[in-house]
């Protein structure tokens, strides 16, 4: 008989009969998840072999032989030593454990396994509805209000608090945004910057207030000392005291004057283009200003200097500027 013909007459494998009544029995005793790792930890298989013979899968012929091999010898066949089947007595002791000590670690160390793995337990435990795990998921905080809340506070410790993280998160947090160290400085020195003109301007408000008008630099210096170190914040913090009344809103007695002359002077020069406008009869060029009498000349610098060009005060005055 040649080799062919015997391999097709050869008999079947007889653990398929046996395998196929115990695929049999699992789909009617199987219910629960707690079900499919009793019956994986009977039959010395992981709990996807047993799921894969509910769903009505077939698995490999080892595994048929193994489970075939357990039910006759009524005990579980030996195992390689790097491997740990997960039984439900274990995963209870794993969970047991755990609201004992309350870390990972602590559990790890007890039985002798590494955190991620405690972790994967608990989480399959969960899954099978043993007992309720719940893994922490940090927080992710957008960039813009990561911002503000450290603008506000000035502090990672604080805003890891209002966020409910730690503060490795928060640096690592910004750190994934592309806000340095040097770029915190320069928020905590600037936002620093900003609340103390914020109070001296606060102080410089009570000050007029008691005083019924707004003081000067030099009525601060003689009023009193806490006034002279007032006047002096504010040189430090805006450079001149004009600045500071600009950012406060006030208008200084100056400021209104040179406002004042600068709008007579440009009335006053137009007033003379009109004039020599009236007499000519039209409205001169620049050439005829600059080659002109000495007077008209000195009205070309003066509207260029007040206006910034000849085009400028045509456009102002309503002239067409192709004139030139």
């Not at 097709?8 to 219910?31: G, H, M």
Request: aromatic content about 8%.
């Amino acid at each position: 008989m040649s080799t062919r013909l015997q391999r097709v007459v050869a008999p079947l494998n007889p653990y398929e009969d046996q395998f196929q009544i115990i695929a049999s029995e699992l789909r009617k005793t199987v219910r629960t998840p707690a079900d499919v790792i009793e019956a994986s930890s009977r039959f010395g298989v992981v709990p996807s072999t047993i799921r894969k013979i509910l769903e009505g899968r077939t698995p490999s012929s080892y595994l048929r032989k193994i489970i075939c091999a357990t039910l006759d010898n009524h005990k579980p066949p030996p195992k390689p030593a790097n491997i740990q089947r997960v039984t439900v007595a274990r995963l209870k002791q794993v969970h047991r454990l755990f609201r004992e000590t309350g870390t990972l670690a602590e559990v790890g160390r007890e039985i002798g396994l590494t955190r991620e793995r405690i972790r994967q337990l608990l989480l399959q435990g969960s899954e099978f509805g043993l007992h309720d795990y719940k893994t922490y998921k940090p927080p992710v905080i957008p960039k813009k209000k990561l911002l503000e809340d450290f603008k506000r506070h000035l502090s990672l410790k604080a805003v890891a608090n209002i966020h409910g993280t730690s503060i490795r998160r928060v640096q690592r947090l910004m750190l994934t945004y592309g806000i340095m160290p040097a770029h915190r400085h320069a928020l905590r020195v600037s936002s620093m910057r900003a609340a103390k003109k914020h109070k001296l301007m606060a102080r410089y408000r009570r000050v007029t207030r008691t005083l019924g008008h707004y003081p000067n630099t030099a009525e601060l210096y003689r009023r009193s000392k806490d006034s002279f170190h007032l006047v002096r914040n504010i040189l430090y913090f805006w450079s001149s005291f004009h600045a500071f009344q600009n950012d406060l809103g006030i208008t200084s007695k100056l400021a209104l004057q040179v406002a004042a002359d600068r709008a007579r002077t440009k009335k006053q020069l137009l007033i003379r283009y009109h004039r020599l406008r009236k007499r000519l009869g039209y409205d001169p060029t620049t050439t005829q200003l600059t080659g002109g009498p000495k007077s008209w000349h000195r009205l070309h610098e003066k509207i260029r200097y007040w206006w910034g060009s000849m085009r400028a005060f045509r456009k102002e005055i309503g002239i067409p500027t192709a004139i030139k």
